[in-house]
């Protein structure tokens, strides 16, 4: 990424992203809402790799798969694996996904959350014997609505700071 040609904003995007992704919830309120915390980091790439596909592409998102590990304790390369199969779909059907609608992208991303996320849980489930669930099904639920958020966001700030 070449920081002059806006790559700095992309890394800006996705360094929030990553912040968003390990924010605590207050003590105060029940451990189940943490389950509808939606996949940020997910849909921030796949936003930049459907809008612009030559300069974010697998080796990003192995790179940001990685630092996720890092944050989240999760074994090394599993997140970095799964963003990559993201960012594979996003990249190789990209002129398609521009032309639908936001629900369109977003019932798309929702499916792709639901596949990757069933593999971080068997793979967590094999390793860790961490318990099996459908709440599996609730990040990518909270994803969809907030895909549209995070779509005019990102669009907004491409207007403001230009990034090619």
Do not use: K
Request: contains cysteine; aromatic residues 14%; glycine residues 8%.
């Amino acid at each position: 990424m070449n920081p002059f040609r806006g790559g700095w904003l992309i890394l800006f995007t996705l360094l929030c992203a990553m912040v968003l992704a390990i924010l605590h919830l207050p003590e105060t309120w029940p451990d189940w809402l943490g389950w509808l915390r939606p996949a940020w980091v997910a849909l921030v790439l796949f936003y930049w790799v459907m809008e612009l596909p030559d300069r974010v592409g697998l080796v990003a998102a192995w790179m940001t798969g990685l630092a996720v590990d890092v944050l989240q304790a999760d074994p090394l390369g599993l997140n970095g694996a799964l963003l990559a199969a993201i960012t594979w779909f996003g990249w190789r059907f990209y002129e398609r996904l521009r032309m639908y609608t936001w629900l369109q992208q977003g019932a798309v991303i929702a499916m792709l959350l639901i596949g990757t996320g069933t593999v971080h849980m068997v793979v967590l489930a094999l390793i860790d014997g961490r318990g099996v669930g459908w709440h599996v099904l609730a990040s990518p639920l909270m994803s969809f609505f907030a895909w549209p958020m995070v779509l005019l966001a990102l669009h907004a700030l491409r207007r403001r700071i230009p990034v090619s």
